[in-house]
């Protein structure tokens, strides 16, 4: 039974203008159907959050209460983890071991910015001039549209709904085509939770009529975006039309540098984890392995024993490591890159196929299933070293010297995340240093905190999201002058 799903504006459930067809990416089957907002259910959207930006259901509110509010959405979002990440495994193909533990972590994040709603501060401001007072106010900067894209798409709301609450905004929230189940029944949270009409909104649709039109709406204020390059310059042309203020979180192609002094037991647990989690679906996913020459054979063989041995399957099963990737698109760019790569010198020593149904215990057949895959380069331009695959491909290269690591951690026009695995804590924060990356694990890999602020350099992005600072990027500051003196202002016109 196909399941319907309807968008969340102004306070009201309903049916999109249009619809279309979910796919379980299991099994290649439509399980579900959603709504696709039109240009004019955007409208809508964005001018019920820019009326309850004035609404005083919503502007007279302290901040403590609408700190308030936040914790009552992150009790929720704890106590209906269970059935969100039934839905997000359903329309994403992450295994639900990972989205249950994912997404009852989100509920860390809401708490966060909950305790920071009144913790937003102004100054005063010590001017030259003895009879001013002049102080600065921290306001809500306005209607916010937040474009998430499928993968970790309740984490990557949360570090934007949470700073943008926490400061007075409203916002339009798009999830993506690909997967909006999780999202669009996040909104009954939100609906649950007490929120005022058109405080949030929740949307999901396609290109021109949904996105092109919410990042260039007159009445939005700024756009936080998370997604791909391209799509990013798209949101950047639109964001002309409005002048918005924007933030970019976008993809990356992360090393992880590995020193012949590491531990290579816990190395390559942290490289496994870092690159297969999530079917290397992650913004933040260890891509490229850059190892020094002495450990390479080593450690790749320790890393093609541990892929082998991966369960994948059903991702509704709890005992299933690595699920599909979420849709045949993509399923086919990694075939694409992969034999490029190969025929550019790569060697695949493990993976590189479709499993067959049946081939490994619990495969669906139909699904958008692919092997966890490693590729020995002879040289960093072999495509799947150069092109974020975003899936469970790891590309090796090897280095000499601590200087040649650093200048092929550095050859790439993403810098989101990175990894370094050594003993030496000298050199641990010698190329700590010298990594252009937003994010540096050392000895570990792909840890996260609502505390922590998390963006990349180049093509990874402009911004942070996370942390205490990312609540000031929802404000803007207005200067406030009193004058104290009870003399008259002098006549402009007459010199002294």
Known sequence: MVQRFQQYIDGAFEDGSTSFDSVDPATGEVWASMPAASAADIDRAVQ???????????????????G???????????????????????????????????????AEYYRYYAGVADKIQGAWLPVDKPDMEVTLRREPVGVVAAVVPWNSQLFLSAVKLGPALAAGCTVVLKASEDGPAPLLEFARLVHEAGFPAGVVNIVTGFGQDCGRTLTSHPLVSKIAFTGGPETARHVVRNSAENLAATSLELGGKSPVLV??????????????????????????????????????????????????????????????EMGPLATKRQLEHIQRVLQASVEAGGKVVTGGRVPQAGSREGVPAGGFFFEPTIVDCPHAQVPSVVEELFGPVLSVVTFDTEADAIRLANDTRYGLASGVFTRSLTRAHRVTRALRAGIVWVNTYRAVSPIVPFGGYGLSGLGREGGLDAVLDYTRTKSVWIRTSDEPIADPFVMR
Do not use: M
């Open 259 to 320: 020193f012949d002094d590491a531990d290579l037991d816990s190395t390559a647990n942290a490289v496994v984890a870092g690159i297969f989690a999530a079917t290397g679906q992650s913004c933040v996913a260890g891509s490229r392995l850059v190892v020094q020459r002495g450990i390479h054979a080593a450690l790749l063989e320790r890393l093609v024993a541990k892929a082998a041995t991966i369960r994948i399957g059903n991702p509704q099963n709890v005992d299933t």
């Open 68 to 106: 308030k509010l936040l914790y009552k959405l992150a009790e929720l979002v704890a106590e209906h983890a269970p059935k969100l990440a039934q839905l997000e495994t359903q329309d994403t193909g992450k295994i639900i071991r990972e989205t249950r533990s994912q997404i009852g972590y989100v």
């Open 48 to 66: 019920a959050a820019h009326r309850a930006l004035f609404d005083p259901a919503w502007a007279n509110l302290t901040a403590s209460q609408r």
